[in-house]
């Protein structure tokens, strides 16, 4: 499997300068966000995937649309593969207003208030991998999905930190 970090935020603007939570809730993407989504893109275009999944977040939709855009490719939400809740970018957007703005995506798996409190714990975040882990390791084709995530799931699954818009390849078994 491909995971991806979402592509830069207006979050991570401030943040990467300030190292302070500028209170943006589940921010957009930038135009250099949007940049580093359709570069996602074109990578995956040339491997094959056949499955799109996406954490609820504004920032990771925006992502994946463009990712499934390209590769034409409906997104399925899964909201295990959010981020690890502490910032104020980490308040999610409720449900009805996510189908509102993305027609074309089912959410009616999604309760109206999905994200958790903004005090998540690291054994929350950790448990929330291995429940991710040990559902795609069952998987019969992981090798062809592709996953729109967040720094810190996937710090919590991979041990690895990336860059917005980079990808680690990712065997859940």
Known sequence: MILIR?????????????????GIRDPKLTD???QQ?????EMLASIGVEELLASPYTRTLETASII???????????????EHCR???????????LAARWPAIDFADLPERWWPDLDETDEQLLGRCADFR???GLHPTWQRVAVVSHWG??????GQAIANGQHVRFDPR
Not at 16 to 21: E, G, I, L
């Open 87 to 97: 910032f104020q970018c980490d308040i999610g957007t409720a449900r009805s207003a």
């Open 32 to 34: 250099e966000g949007r």
């Open 134 to 136: 040990g559902r795609m």
């Open 68 to 82: 499934a855009e390209r590769l034409k490719l409906p997104i399925r939400i899964d909201p295990v593969v959010r």
């Open 153 to 158: 799931f996937i710090r919590g699954l991979t």
């Open 37 to 41: 989504a359709a570069d996602a893109a």
């Open 6 to 22: 979402h592509g830069q935020s207006e979050f991570n603007v401030v943040y990467s300068v300030t190292r302070q939570d500028p």
